[in-house]
């Protein structure tokens, strides 16, 4: 699916990652812009609210979280560069209140957005995952899903 608007060209491809479960994802994101002589931006936005089924030991779940997003967006960042050696790609591990926010901003400053369609295990049909769904509303650029 492609979202359309008018906009003057930012030359930036944008991709959410959450894990390796998306370098596919990054890799259809890495060939558009490679097509579009645009740069890659991925974007690894995580909230903390999604990690804390419960409150002990908060400060050690922070820093595990945070240095997981951070080691998934690093190696999937690697295989690209290895792939992609002519392409400029830059990843950005950020968190948020709300990783959907985070991109809808983010697409602000993209030609466009690539996101992985997460469908939630437990829902029928084929439904897209909360953040895919967001961006297809509120996102500032063309959307393109990609599926799992």
Known sequence: MVQSSE???KGVVLVGVRDEDDL???????????????S???LSAWTLLRYLES?????QAVREVAEAAAAAS??????????????????????VPSPAGALVEASGHADL??????KHP?????????????????????????PR
């Open 113 to 118: 957005l690539v996101v992985g369609a997460r």
């Open 24 to 38: 596919p994802a990054v890799r259809f994101a890495a060939t558009l812009a490679g097509r579009r002589k645009a």
């Open 55 to 59: 409150a002990a030991p908060v400060v």
């Open 40 to 42: 890659l931006r991925l």
């Open 74 to 95: 690093t190696r999937i960042l690697g295989e690209v560069r290895e792939e992609f050696p002519d392409l400029t790609v830059g990843d950005d591990v950020v968190q």
């Open 7 to 9: 906009q003057p060209a």
């Open 122 to 146: 437990h829902a029928p049909g084929t439904s897209l995952g909360r953040v895919a769904h967001a961006m297809l509303h509120h996102a500032h650029c063309p959307v393109a899903v990609f």
